[in-house]
């Protein structure tokens, strides 16, 4: 079972030293930057949910996971009747349409099919949007992209089964979890350099103050008796910031970057609250 989403930042590449770093057991599992769930994946795959929370600020993302859980039939049957195109300029039109309906209750089946398509055809995997919340990455131009078959999705509906969804900040889902679960942090990456400053992750973004609150966030589980992980750009300010934790440097790749040559050469952090 892969993720559902090609999501930029997604951990699929580092996955195996994620693993590593897993406590032998635990109780409830929770990943409160939802993201493409990368993890949730693997550990699904590993037989290792049986009870799982996932959340995030963005609506939209969301959105397309309970439906995907809740209504995996009429999702598909959505995606099948919309016959979404690999054409620029059917992109664009399809990318104003869910812009007007981006929040509507009566369309959460409609915002969630165009949501796999905009993912799968945008650039990169991006979700982006400008002030005033609208969706706004560019066509991608992929030759070999598709959309998730329908045996992907209601394999993956069958995952969201064990999972509740919450549309909430990171630090109210993580400091409700208890003595013995485990928490893995995904954030919006620290910006290592003025051009990779992509934290457009929500209208608001995501500040230096967010990640000092997410830090605060582990020092309050690691004295509740809670295993963390955490991955985010390998940058001297965090590992001062969190040199009390096992901290370890991970090579990866930035496919965030248009020219492939500026892909490699970059290293992710890796924390965790377990010896």
């Known amino acids: 079972m892969k993720p559902l989403l090609k999501w930029a930042g997604g951990k699929r590449q580092i996955i195996q030293h994620i693993v590593k770093l897993l406590p032998a057991s635990w109780n409830r599992y929770y990943e409160p930057f939802a993201g493409g769930l990368a993890l949730l994946s693997e550990l699904g795959n590993r037989g290792l949910v049986s009870s799982a929370i996932i959340s995030d600020t963005n609506p939209e993302l969301i ?3 309970r439906q995907v859980k809740d209504s995996a039939e009429a999702l598909i049957k959505t995606v099948s009747e919309y016959g979404f195109e690999n054409e620029k300029d059917y992109y664009y039109q399809t990318r104003s349409k869910f812009n007007e309906i981006i929040g509507k209750n009566d369309r959460k089946l409609e915002r969630a099919a165009i949501m796999l398509y905009l993912n799968r055809f945008g650039y990169n995997g991006l979700w982006r949007v400008n002030s005033k919340g609208s969706f706004n990455v560019p066509f991608g131009k992929y030759v070999n992209s598709h959309l998730p078959s329908r045996d992907q999705i209601l394999q993956f509906s069958e995952l969201l089964k064990k999972v509740d969804i919450a549309l909430e900040d990171f630090q109210t889902i993580a400091l409700s979890a208890k003595k013995g679960d485990l928490v893995y942090f995904d954030p919006p990456y620290f910006p290592v350099s003025h051009t990779a400053y992509f934290t457009d992750y929500t209208a608001g973004g995501f500040s230096m103050k967010d990640q000092r609150r997410l830090y605060e966030t582990c020092q309050e589980l690691n004295k509740e008796g809670v295993n963390f992980i955490l991955s985010n750009s390998h ?20 496919n965030i970057n248009s020219a492939s040559n500026k892909r490699k050469g970059h290293f992710d952090l890796l924390v965790a609250n377990q010896d």
Do not use: A, G, P
């Open 63 to 65: 959105n397309l996971y």
């Open 235 to 254: 940058s001297q300010e965090l590992l001062d910031m969190y040199r009390e934790f096992q901290c370890f440097k991970i090579e990866s790749r930035r």
